[in-house]
Every structure is written in structure tokens, then in C-alpha cells.
């Protein structure tokens, strides 16, 4: 199964990286995906950054569509390349079970 993620730019030159599709299996828990998938997905960062990520959005849509609170389901908490700290709203549950095809990230704020 896939996810077609995309994220906010954070510096010149990495539009091209924005996209990519992510794999996961039937059954596999939201926190092992966001641990392993995701972060590696996520582009490096000199400082802590925490990522919001949204499901069932894309960064095509309106930023009131695409960052609503009904869709926020996680938070990433990343140090370089390491991720430090998964938090999920509502707990762990299989990536499946969102029923989506997208997810958005963006840099908390």
C-alpha cells in the first residue's frame, strides 16, 4: 500500500524533494510508519524541528483545507537526522485505518 506524501519547503533548493511516495503494509502501527518512513522522509535539520503531520492532505489544497485540526494526526520531533520524539493524537492505530491516500507535513508553528 502507499501514501503519496508532501511537505513545506524549509530552505532554497529543496522543491525537488517535496514529493515522494511511501510504502507501508496492512497492519503496519502509525508510530512505526512515522518513525521509519516518514522521518527518513523528512529532510535534515541542524536544530530540534517539530513536523505536524497531516493526513488525507496535500500541499496543493487550500492551507485552511489542508492543515485543518480534523486532520492533524501526529507530531515528529527531529535533531539532524534523528528522530527524537513521535507523539500521535487519538493513539497508535494502523496507518490503514485513516483511509487516506496523502499526508501533508509542515513545520509546527
Request: glycine content about 6%; aromatic content about 10%; hydrophobic content about 25%.
Given at each position: 500500500m502507499i501514501i503519496y506524501?508532501?511537505?513545506e519547503s524549509?530552505?532554497?533548493g529543496d522543491d525537488d524533494q517535496k514529493a515522494m511516495v511511501l510504502?507501508?503494509?496492512e497492519g503496519e502501527m502509525l508510530s512505526s510508519f512515522l518513525r521509519h518512513?516518514?522521518?527518513?522522509?523528512?529532510?535534515?535539520?541542524?536544530?530540534?524541528?517539530v513536523w505536524t503531520v497531516y493526513m488525507?492532505?496535500?500541499?496543493?489544497?487550500?492551507l485552511a483545507e489542508r492543515e485543518s485540526t480534523e486532520k492533524k494526526a501526529a507530531f515528529i520531533?527531529?535533531?539532524?537526522?534523528?528522530?527524537t520524539k513521535v507523539e500521535i493524537?487519538?493513539?497508535d492505530r494502523p496507518v490503514s485505518s485513516f483511509g487516506v491516500e496523502e499526508l501533508y507535513c509542515?513545520?509546527?508553528?
Open positions: 506524501a508532501t511537505r524549509i530552505c532554497n510504502e507501508y503494509q518512513k516518514v522521518v527518513a522522509y523528512l529532510p535534515y535539520t541542524r536544530s530540534l524541528t488525507g492532505a496535500n500541499e496543493d489544497q487550500d520531533h527531529k535533531v539532524e537526522n534523528r528522530c493524537r487519538g493513539g509542515a513545520v509546527y508553528r
